[in-house]
């Protein structure tokens, strides 16, 4: 019981807890990106534009709305997948170009 208490042992359980969701996070982000950059390929052997502002708004929409439901600040969700959506179509203008994506490795 004494380690409920102590604050030390409470910040190294929850900093870990933070440590596993963000690694978590990584994972998923990846995983998006597989899937992006093979519609990245296949805009890119169709003859179809990088970005789709169209498909973007509706899921800027339904980010934010399930910021909403999840209790998070829904100009956050926005703005987290804008960012997403700005890498993907990065991605995308470097396959139309080159056929594939950069990696970042060390």
């Known amino acids: 019981m004494a380690d409920e208490l102590d604050p030390s042992a409470q910040l190294l359980s929850l900093r870990q ?3 596993n969701v963000d690694a978590a996070l990584v994972h ?5 990106f597989k899937f992006t950059q093979q519609v ?4 890119a052997t169709s003859g179809l534009p990088p970005a789709d502002p169209d498909r ?3 899921q800027i929409q339904k980010l ?3 910021a909403v439901e999840s209790h998070l600040d829904p100009a956050f ?3 987290f997948l804008n960012f997403i959506i700005a890498e993907v179509i990065h ?3 470097q396959i139309a170009s080159t056929g594939a994506v950069a ?3 060390e």
């Open 17 to 19: 807890s933070i440590d």
């Open 28 to 32: 998923l982000l990846a995983e998006r």
């Open 40 to 43: 990245g390929r296949l805009k």
């Open 56 to 58: 973007e708004r509706q």
């Open 64 to 66: 934010k709305a399930l």
């Open 77 to 79: 969700g926005e703005k």
């Open 91 to 93: 991605q995308h203008e």
């Open 103 to 105: 990696t970042h490795s």
